[in-house]
C-alpha cells in the first residue's frame, strides 16, 4: 500500500505545471491572475481573474484536466 501511495505522489502534477493548464484555457492570461490557489487531496483549486472575468477551477492533480470550471461571463 505504501509503495501505491508513493507511485501516486510521483505522477502528480507540480503547482507551477497546473496554473500553466489554466492559464492555457484563457487566451492572455498569466500566472500572476491566479488567486487563492491551494491543492487540496487529488486536485487544486483555485481563482483566475482575466479581463474582468473571473474563473473558478478545480483541476484533477493527475491528469490535469478540468473537473470544475465556470466564470461570471
Known amino acids: 500500500m505504501r509503495l ?3 507511485a501516486r ?3 502528480k ?3 507551477d505545471r497546473v496554473k500553466q ?3 492555457a ?17 487529488d486536485s487544486f483549486k483555485g481563482k483566475l481573474i482575466h479581463a474582468g472575468v473571473t474563473y473558478d477551477f478545480e483541476i484533477d492533480a ?3 484536466r478540468a473537473i470544475k470550471w465556470s466564470s461570471n461571463k
Open 25 to 41: 484555457r484563457v487566451p492572455g492570461s498569466n500566472v500572476s491572475e491566479i488567486k487563492d490557489f491551494r491543492g487540496e487531496g
Open 4 to 6: 501505491q501511495s508513493l
Open 62 to 64: 493527475y491528469t490535469g
Open 9 to 11: 505522489n510521483i505522477l
Open 13 to 15: 502534477l507540480s503547482q
Open 21 to 23: 493548464i489554466v492559464t
